[in-house]
Structures are given as structure tokens and as C-alpha cells.
């Protein structure tokens, strides 16, 4: 994000207590990207409901608000100090969650406060499995089989043309929150049943298995200039089907050929410059 003149005030958003998915990383970024705003004369404010953090430290902030992250105090917080800006994407999942849950309020077009960073659109798009399935449809990418539902009804009748197990992924969740495999039909309707609790937006993913298959993970960065940067590749010891959070993960990838690593390397630069 280059340097905005008009944005004296930012809140930055925490990602509250350490949790699967969501561990020191965020907490460490956080601090960062508290520090750099500071450097750069804008004055901060920092919300996190975990006070075992080194962002909740005092020297950190400009003001800190060790409460809970919720729609209300956040839109407490915001009338308070009045911030320009808000940067979500140090918070992991549930500034992100956070943010939407503002703007679909309306609060932050009340408020006069922009989203820094990530964009609203951006976060939509890859939270929102059917907006993303059909993004990665738009540039080529190949995804398994899916279909985004909001009923069991919906998710029996599309497992009925393609068969058992399927994958079922929550909207808007973190670390496989209300996520699972299902192999029967009865499986089936408690899964989603579950996923649609979980996500904020009563949406979930049906998707063909792809258990067993190899799992790697790019990490990949882009700014505003459009300048991308692929900062690691990671390899899971274990296939899929194994929790990411219970598997081993090595950096680099270790079993990749050179043809194969350009080829994911490059898919991982399209999807971060097509989510924008």
C-alpha cells in the first residue's frame, strides 16, 4: 500500500485468540504493520480481544483496545477515534470476517472509513466458494467438480450426478470450520448442516475428493504496482485429507519437478493478480 496522505488514523484489527489457522504469525505481522504506519506519521489504533500478545503491548499503538472483536465495539471504537482507514489484513480470518460483517452494515460508508489493503471485492472473492470456483473458471485455472449450496436438498442432488466422498467447505471459516468429508448420505446432511451454521453467509462448497492427491502451498505477494513476488513454496509431508494444521510442512517443496514448480509458480501469480 503506497503512503496515503489523507489517512492521519488507522485502526488496525487483530485476530484475537490463538487458534487453529490463526497463530503468532498474526500477532507478529500485526506489530509490524503497527510499527510501519507509525513511522509514516499515522497515528494507530489497534483492537484485539487477546491481551497475551505482543500488539497489545502499549508502546505498540498510539491507543489500544483490548475487548472483543464484534460488529458493535469495533463500530464503538470507529465513532471514538474516528479512523480514515481500517487494515484488515493483519488479522487473519476474523479481521477479514470483520470487515465484511462492517461494510454489509453499513458502517463504514457511514463512518467515512476506507478498507486499506485488501479490498471488500477481494475478500468476497475468496471467501465466497462460488464466486472463487467461477474466478478460477474465468483465467483457466482447473479446479475439482463443485457446486455452491445453502440446503441439504441442493447438496444430495449434486452428489447424486457425480458420487461418493465429496469434500464439503464452509464459506467465510477458518482452519476447517464446519468443513468435512462426507461418504454417505447421512454424513452428507450433517456436514452441511454444520458448514452452513459456521458460515456467515449460509453458503457451502460441495467438491469432488481429491483425497490422497500431493498438497503444496504457495506463499506469493503483491503490491499496488502490480509487482508480484513468490516468497516460498511448501510441500505437506502428508496428502490430502490431512489436516494442514496436523501435517508436517516442509519449504521448499521437496518432490516438485522444475516444469511442475513454473507451472504452479505461475498459476499462483494469476490467481493473486485476478483476485486484484
Known amino acids: ?93 476474523t479481521a477479514l470476517n470483520l470487515c465484511s460483517e462492517l461494510a454489509d452494515a453499513g458502517i463504514l460508508q457511514r463512518h467515512g472509513v476506507e478498507l486499506l489493503g485488501t479490498k471488500l471485492e477481494a475478500i468476497a472473492a475468496g471467501e465466497n466458494r462460488e464466486r472463487f470456483a467461477s474466478l478460477m473458471r474465468s483465467i483457466g485455472e482447473p479446479i475439482p467438480r463443485s457446486r455452491a449450496v445453502s440446503d441439504s436438498e441442493a447438496a444430495r442432488a449434486f452428489v447424486e450426478e457425480m458420487g461418493y466422498p465429496v469434500i464439503v467447505r464452509a464459506a467465510y471459516t477458518l482452519g476447517g470450520s464446519g468443513s468435512g468429508v462426507a461418504h454417505s448420505p447421512d454424513e452428507l446432511d ?67 519437478s522444475d516444469s511442475d514448480h513454473q507451472t504452479l509458480r505461475s498459476a499462483a501469480l494469476r490467481i493473486i493478480r485476478a483476485l486484484g
Request: net charge negative; glycine share 8%.
Open 1 to 93: 500500500m503506497p503512503r496515503r496522505g489523507d489517512v492521519k488514523t488507522a485502526m488496525v484489527i487483530g485476530s484475537g485468540p490463538i487458534v487453529i489457522g490463526q497463530a503468532a504469525e498474526f500477532d507478529y505481522s500485526g506489530t509490524q504493520a503497527c510499527r510501519s504506519l507509525r513511522e509514516e506519521g499515522v497515528r494507530v489504533v489497534l483492537v484485539n480481544s487477546n491481551p497475551a500478545t505482543i500488539q497489545t503491548d502499549p508502546d505498540t499503538a498510539d491507543a489500544v483496545y483490548v475487548e472483543p472483536l464484534t460488529v458493535e465495539f469495533l463500530e464503538k471504537v470507529i465513532a471514538k477515534e474516528k479512523p480514515q482507514g481500517i487494515l484488515s489484513g493483519m488479522g487473519g480470518q
Open 190 to 256: 450433517r456436514i452441511v448442516a454444520l458448514g452452513l451454521a459456521y458460515s456467515r453467509i449460509k453458503q457451502v462448497l460441495v467438491e469432488e475428493s481429491v483425497l490422497g492427491w500431493k498438497e503444496f502451498e504457495y506463499e506469493v505477494m503483491r503490491d499496488a504496482a502490480d509487482n508480484c513476488i513468490t516468497i516460498c513454496s511448501m510441500e505437506n509431508l502428508d496428502p490430502m485429507g490431512v489436516h494442514t494444521g496436523e501435517s508436517i510442512v516442509v519449504a521448499p517443496a521437496q518432490t516438485l
